[in-house]
């Protein structure tokens, strides 16, 4: 890749070719009465018409958003009335789907323009005509190879690597301009690598040639992200799946899987975001050099267990045939790519919640700790019933384009429609429990009493106990049985919880060990915890020990959190660790973490995410954001430039136990 193209973009320098549009589309289309599937249309016809061909020098993909905005094609009283009628989920637009981008990369948009409906063929016949600028704009810079690639692609099918990493590009292009959001990459070295390995037997390509364009194609990612939807920026569901199993059970990696992690180790950019799928016959080497991208402060690979997540999968109805094929959507929820049309992230169930509802509300009526345990279950269930209940007649906007990606009719759904319910803060309620049975029942050195009213003070006037609490009190994360558990009930319950339910879409609800931003609102919903945790203190991210925690080790970690039954919690939700930057000294350390990995996978875990952290960095960043732009952390799914988060984001990873190894 060119360096000098690089910088450009990473400079923002490519920004100068924006502008924005002032358009009052919603007012125009209330105005006409217009249909939601015609204003999408329309808006898309629109946004192709303005989008200026732009190419960079040396730059090998193509395809740069120039107009920075995306006007809204309903008023503030037409969504009022939307959702009046409906339950809308986040922005009510399609997001965190994974599209068959492989049968049109194979086939062409015009064979795909045959299939698709009225809508479709609008929004196939203005991103051709889009394409077209950038072919005369490649005319006339005299850039005959990009002129030979665009005659080629998005009509006709993908001929090389080249013709499918720009096909590619110009269709998730499309998606984003479409309005849709949190756009998947799905399997990337399945549907691609047989270009990549017919160049190579051709002689077109070398690997050294191969991870050139690769680069190029990843720096892609990043040239219009900023625009791009999110809770914090960096999050935007860029997300890449590597590896696996196929439809025959063969061994997915290879070379263009390698390549992918190479290419993001020398980018050192946070997307796309790279997943790893593995099992216990993942090679101890693969671990090694996804570990090299840990090393390089990226925040991922994330890992996905396939002996854990396909069989589970299959347990809620899915096939093998798409089980088999799974990927993630924007973080580490498990979607279908495809025929899936899983909302996987509709709603959260708070633990913490759950526990501080019957300690406050039950515990002086509670005999034994088992009857109380019994009114936390409970709690669960009515936090369950309550998100569930919520939940009818969900409406998402009809996106045309995204319909001819597809292999359904998305605007009635896919041929799965499950829906996700995220599990916040485990380590706290489960450190909660803990502490209730020894010092109330076990012990019996505090009173109820005594206990309530300290929480209810967020401990004020109890230090001696809070001290007790958060540094004597057995914690999630050191493979202690009598806390570990607690953490198996407790995602147990939660599964129970949702077993049976049936969506407004005929679909199950998936109980998941995720927590999305949720680790940070659920936590201000409530005031101080049984465990310690004072009011106001976050709850650990995802599926993770308690911020304060006496964690002796990573292994300790590990052995704790693969205890739980995850087949019955397969929304997905990583294990998140974090390592100090300075364990990386050598190649034998990384070798270490790769062997950590490995360990992880081996004992059963499900789904696994790592960081590289410097404190005493991530305060000077605050102090002096200037200085480190490029610096890299993982949030919650997804990887962020420090800087560019809110106070509160960067305040808690840098909360975080750094571990070594």
Known sequence: MDRGLYEFIIDKKHHQYRHRVEWDLSGEYAAKGLAPVLRMTDRFERMCREEKAVILPNEQIIFLRTVANLPDCFTEEEWKKIKNEHFIHELGYLSNLS?????????????????????????????????????EEAKRQGRDDLVEVLTQVPRYPARNFREALQFFRILHYALWLEGNYHNTVGRFDKYIYPYLKADMEKGVLTEESALALLEDFFLSFNKDSDIYVGVQQGDNGQSMMLGGLDENGEEVFNLLSELCLKASYKN???????????????????????SHLTKAGLGFPQYSNDDVVIPALMKLGYDYAEAV??????????????????????????????????????????????????????????????????????????????????????????????FGIHGTGIST????????????????????????????????????????????????????????????????????????????????????????????????????????????????????????????????????????????????????????????????????????????????????????????TMLDAQAHPEKHKQLVVRIWGWSAYFVELDREYQDHVIARQAYNV
């Open 325 to 418: 094929n799974y990927t993630v959507a924007a973080c580490w929820e498990f979607i279908i790519p495809n025929v899936g049309a899983d909302v996987a992230n509709i709603g959260a169930m708070s633990y913490p919640k759950a526990v501080d509802r019957a300690f406050l509300g039950h515990l002086e009526d509670c005999a034994t700790f088992d009857e109380f345990f019994d009114c936390v279950k409970t709690e669960i269930k009515t936090e369950c019933d309550e998100i569930c209940g919520k939940i009818g007649n969900l409406w998402f906007v009809p996106s045309p384009f995204m319909n001819v990606l597809m292999d359904c009719n998305i605007y009635e759904g896919g041929k799965y429609n499950n």
């Open 99 to 135: 599209p068959n981008y492989y049968d049109t990369i194979a086939t062409g948009l015009l064979k795909k323009r045959e299939f698709a409906d009225e809508y479709g063929k609008r929004c196939i016949d203005r991103l051709i005509e889009l394409s077209d600028k950038y072919l």
């Open 429 to 616: 309620a489960a450190d909660s429990l803990a502490a209730i049975r020894k010092y109330i029942f076990d012990e019996k050195s505090v009173t109820k009493q005594e206990y309530i009213r300290a929480v209810s003070e967020n401990f004020v006037n109890s230090p001696e106990l809070l001290h007790r609490l958060r540094y004597e009190t057995p914690k999630l994360g050191n493979n202690d049985d009598t806390v570990d558990r607690f953490a198996v009930e407790l995602l147990d319950a939660f599964a129970d919880s949702l077993a049976g339910r049936v969506n407004c879409r005929g679909g199950c609800f998936r109980a998941g060990t995720g927590s999305a931003m949720y680790y940070l609102w659920h936590a201000n919903e409530i005031g101080a915890s049984p465990d310690g945790r004072r009011k106001g203190e976050a709850f650990g991210t995802n599926f993770s020990v308690s911020l304060f925690a006496d964690v002796k080790s990573p292994v300790g970690v590990i052995a704790s959190m693969t205890k739980p039954h995850f087949e019955r919690a397969i929304n997905g939700g990583p294990l998140t660790l974090e390592f100090h930057q300075s364990l990386f000294v050598d190649d034998e350390s990384v070798e270490k973490v790769g062997a950590l990995v490995k360990a992880f996978i081996d004992k059963g875990g499900h789904q696994l995410q790592l960081n590289t952290v410097n404190r005493e």
């Open 268 to 290: 050192k950019l946070i997307d796309p975001k790279i997943n790893l799928r593995v099992s216990k016959n993942t090679p101890k080497q693969r671990y090694t050099l996804a």
